[in-house]
C-alpha cells in the first residue's frame, strides 16, 4: 500500500486474518486484524516499525467463486492512517 497525505507518504506489507459473517444470501460483512511494517516519511524525517492494523467492510459474493469488497481499514501508526479500498475476491 502507498498513500501520499499533505508531503508524508506511507507504506505498509501487512499480514492479516479476515472474518467473513454472512448477513444475506450473497452479503458477507468483514473484519480484518493483524500486523502492518509501516514506513512513514515525511518532510521532517521518516519513520517505520511494526504497527496494529484493523479494518472492516462488506463482501459481495457475484457467484461461489467471484465476490466484490469494499472495506475500511486503520493503521496505527502515529498519524494514524486510514484507508479506503474496493477489491475483487476470486476463489480458487
Not at 459474493?61 to 467471484?66: A, G, I, P, Y
Request: glycine residues 16%; aromatic residues 10%.
Amino acid at each position: 500500500m502507498l498513500y501520499d497525505k499533505g508531503g508524508a507518504e506511507v507504506t505498509a506489507l501487512e499480514v492479516v486474518g479476515v472474518g467473513l459473517f454472512p448477513v444475506a444470501n450473497q452479503l458477507s460483512i468483514f473484519g480484518k486484524l493483524g500486523f502492518a511494517n509501516v514506513d512513514v516519511e515525511t518532510p521532517g524525517g521518516s519513520d517505520d516499525g511494526v504497527e496494529l492494523t484493523w479494518g472492516l467492510g462488506v463482501q459481495y459474493d457475484v457467484s461461489t467463486r467471484l465476490g466484490v469488497r469494499a472495506g475500511w481499514q486503520r493503521y496505527e501508526t502515529d498519524e494514524e492512517v486510514d484507508l479506503l479500498s474496493v477489491g475483487v475476491v476470486w476463489r480458487f
